[in-house]
Structure formats: structure tokens, C-alpha cells
């Protein structure tokens, strides 16, 4: 066990639904990260939030947002869904601003649109 | 900007054998350097990092990287190979100065040969 907890760990859902996924940083972790993975286009960085706020935005869609609250666990939120958005995502927390001693993955959401 | 290259898609070693994974970086600053672990289902795991200090870095479960900024290099190697090693293996670089995020490679996938 990693520490970081997301949840659920799978999602099914059909085309045009909007699904969020929930992230619960390691205990003491100020910044959380998102990240998809997918066959086609490996890992790609979404967004990061240090401390409530948001740091960085990396190749996230518009059709997809997230936010990080007070109690510091994050939710990304994925809204008119497409085949293509079906990818493993990541969350993954670190205890300073920057990511630069390593992150803490989570064991991920496996999210299939059919 | 930084980006990563891992030659070598896939890898296949015979058990006890030695293992050699390739990763290459462009930075147009010093970097700081990550190798993770992905087991099935699993999220990324940590195997070591390197942040400037010394350039030949040991890591968890008996691998090792040496930083070598003339040939923009940062190899994985494990002297003996072991089945439970067989994952996908992941090469990745962040800016120190920043930190948002990592940019990873597309992923070597080890296979250990009985």
C-alpha cells in the first residue's frame, strides 16, 4: 500500500456521461497529480494542485476537470465521455510544491467508455 | 524542455542474467532523473532517483542508474535478474526548478526468461 488511495478502481460507463475519480494523497502530502495512461499516448501529465490551488496544467481537455479540497484529496472530473478517454489514471502526491524527489503513485482507475 | 527516450520497447532476459534498461534525456537544464516500476494492475512504484547528487544512484530491489551527462544518459542495470523482476519500467525527467511535472518515457516492458 502506497498510501495514496484512489477510488474506484474501475469504471465503466457509456459514451457521453460524465464520471468522477477520487484521489486521497498520502498522509502529510500537500501536492496531488494527475496522470492518464493509455496504449496510444503512454503517460501524460493533467493538472497539479499543491495545497488547494492549482500549479500546472499539462495535456488535460477541456472536457475534464478537477479540484482539490480543504481536506486535501482531489477529484477529477471527466464529463461528455469518448471511446478514446478509456486510459488508466493516475494520482500521485508529494509532500513539497515540486515534484522533484519522486511522487507516490496511487494503484490507479481503470475507467472503459463503451 | 525535457523528454525521455527508452530504446527498447520490450527487453527478455534469461533468470540471473544481467539486466541493462536504456533511457535517454533532453533537458535544457540540469535534470533530475526517475526510474519507476509497474507491475500488473499496480501504479508506479519508485526504484530510485537521481537529484545531483551522486551520479551513480542504487535503488530498491538490487538496481542501479549512473548519470552520465556526456552521453545524456541514465541506464537502468540489475547485475543478477530475477523473475519477480519481469514489469514495465519507466524512464522519467523533471525540471528541478519546477517540479510540476514528470515527463515520461513510453515504457521498457521486462520479460525474465526461467
Known amino acids: 500500500d502506497s498510501g495514496v488511495t484512489q477510488t474506484p478502481k474501475h469504471l465503466i460507463t457509456a459514451t457521453g456521461q460524465r464520471v468522477t475519480l477520487r484521489c486521497s494523497p498520502r498522509?502529510?502530502?500537500?501536492?496531488v497529480y494527475w496522470y492518464q495512461q493509455s496504449l496510444d499516448q503512454g503517460l501524460q501529465f493533467l493538472i497539479h494542485?499543491?495545497?488547494?490551488?492549482?500549479?500546472a496544467k499539462g495535456n488535460i481537455l477541456e472536457r475534464f476537470s478537477a479540484q482539490q479540497f480543504p481536506d486535501l484529496h482531489s477529484e477529477l472530473n471527466l464529463s461528455s465521455l469518448e471511446l478514446g478517454d478509456s486510459a488508466l489514471y493516475f494520482c500521485?502526491?508529494?509532500?513539497?510544491?515540486?515534484?522533484?524527489?519522486?511522487?507516490?503513485f496511487g494503484s490507479g482507475t481503470r475507467l472503459t467508455v463503451v | 524542455a525535457q523528454s525521455v527516450t527508452q530504446l527498447g520497447s520490450h527487453v527478455s532476459v534469461s533468470e540471473g542474467a544481467l539486466v541493462l534498461l536504456r533511457c535517454n534525456y533532453s533537458s535544457s537544464v540540469p535534470p533530475y532523473l526517475f526510474w519507476y516500476v509497474q507491475y500488473p494492475n499496480q501504479g508506479l512504484q519508485l526504484l530510485l532517483k537521481y537529484t545531483s547528487a551522486a551520479t551513480l544512484v542504487k535503488g530498491i530491489n538490487g538496481f542501479e542508474a549512473e548519470f552520465k551527462k556526456s552521453e545524456t544518459s541514465f541506464h537502468l542495470t540489475k547485475p543478477s535478474a530475477h523473475m519477480s523482476d519481469a514489469a514495465e519500467y519507466f524512464c522519467?525527467?523533471?525540471?528541478?526548478?519546477?517540479?510540476?511535472?514528470?515527463?515520461f518515457g513510453t515504457g521498457t516492458s521486462l520479460t525474465v526468461i526461467p
Open positions: 494542485y499543491y495545497n488547494g490551488e492549482e500549479r
Open positions: 500521485a502526491s508529494s509532500v513539497a510544491y515540486r515534484g522533484s524527489y519522486g511522487y507516490t
Open positions: 522519467a525527467v523533471s525540471d528541478p526548478n519546477t517540479g510540476n511535472q514528470f515527463y
Open positions: 498522509s502529510g502530502d500537500l501536492s
